[in-house]
């Protein structure tokens, strides 16, 4: 894929040519009304409303080349702005980037990257609509992605009430696991250390949740108890995890972390970036979640069995 | 505004923390249904339909911290962003950034760049909805501009007919002279200087250029020809650039032309950033746009005075 052949660097072909290349042969979603091409992309948005998250993701702090293929981090950059829309209640429709990269990156690896955003795009039904392609020291990759709420009320995270329970869909501690494989340099463990580079949001499962009447809900991005966080700030509430509830995510990553020498609890409660979502809901969930605590009343905090948890809680950007 | 405490960096402070900084106390327009704050946010989109573009722009390759002011960096971040959506003869709504910093980088300077993006944005008459905030190892800002068409048809660059009139609204060559003034320190010429540090798009020009039956249009970002050269491949036309109807704009550089030792056309023709906006028209164009030139039959180019440029055409990222 790589080439040493400069004429076939970013620089070599030119920034247009490149462009060009990115969006050849691309099928639209029928929501993009006119795509990349001109100053900017239109998009359908009939439901009167558009729901819009961004994210920035670095070269070495949030990704690294010589673990990710560019395949697999444009799959990362798409699911982690596609999530922030599933916990809105919402479905993505399209996704704009600016990919900014050095002039002798081989213009194979941008097209990789594109091809590895379009097919994350596609699991959820959205597209490519518009883009930029700048000069950078090292690699960065901003996406924003857009969706629609097909007449749904937004969920955010304000709205959990005392008395509601807890419930999460997709798995926790996955990509910590895998990342802390990958630090560490422990070789096995593939579905866990593949985790870490493409995680696997659990598209449509937002808009189950939001249909089910969820009175709260966010991406667990930061780590469970991080993100419980936001929401018990929010919502002005507290919630109880119980780890009772939670022993097949701490069962699916306990090996990996007595191998790596920590507590599995501290990836499955701690850890971020595997974008499962989690929300509060006065009745049942729909099918697939599970049950993991509940909405208590009081200062707003996270609590794990009834106590204060003592290890880490979560990601902050400049740690 | 710089510390040299380092509690008062974004390490220091902590991404939460610096980010309810920058979100505090900030009036959103009315398109904005659900602020910062949440997984994403939600806008209104009564047209129903979207505009939405992106922008990168990088520390060294687009803007120099010796040079603007973080204030300065943030209005042009915006501008052009905004001037994009113009472009397409829409009304910016609201704007989602990503900010990537060093976490030595003090706290104040990222809120003096959000209070310069909230200066331009009002300006649109639009708000900041969202964003993130990242580690970096320089400046790097994505800014994704939202619009809305309020019923209009898009103008797009591809309608230009032969036959129409080509004309401008908004400044040429400015923020060229001002680059090459910085670049080569010389003194005074304030103005000039800094159009290069904060542009001045022409905000309400494109929607008032669609009322007037626009049939193609897009912002100087490249420079002119090489924007026309966009519009005349978009369009399948020749666009023949009138040099005589530029006298204004050359006058405008002509000194500082002479102190740096280049033509001014170079600037006039080839220098991109100002963000003009040109179009074409079957008839008159709106009050205050200028005619300099018009569409003839042809295999795609555009010329000057009837004949090719040697000039340089203008900006690719990776020159």
Known sequence: MATDDAAETLAGVGEFAVIDRLVADRDQPSAVALGPGDDAAVLYTPDGKTVVSTDMLVAHRHFRLDWSTPHDIGRKA???NAADIEAMGARATAFVVAF???ADTPAAQALELADGMW??????????AGGDLVSAPQWVISVTALGDLDGRRPVTRAGAQVGDIVAVVGTLGRSMAGYALWHNDIDGFNELRRRHLVPKPPYGQGRAAADAGATAMTDVSDGLLADLGHIAAAS????DVSTDTLGGDRDAVD???????VDPWEWVLGGGEDHALVAAFAAAPPE??????????GAPQVLVDGAQWRGDTGWQSFD
Do not use: D
Not at 236 to 239: E, L, M, R, S
Not at 255 to 261: E, I, K, M, T
Not at 288 to 297: K, N, S
């Open 78 to 80: 798409i699911a982690q």
């Open 100 to 102: 900014g990269a050095p």
């Open 119 to 128: 097919h994350e795009a596609k699991l959820c039904g959205a597209g490519i």
């Open 236 to 239: 002005g509430v507290v919630i």
């Open 255 to 261: 090996a990996a972390a007595a191998a790596v020498g």
């Open 288 to 297: 697939g979640w599970r049950v993991i605590g509940r909405v208590l009343e």
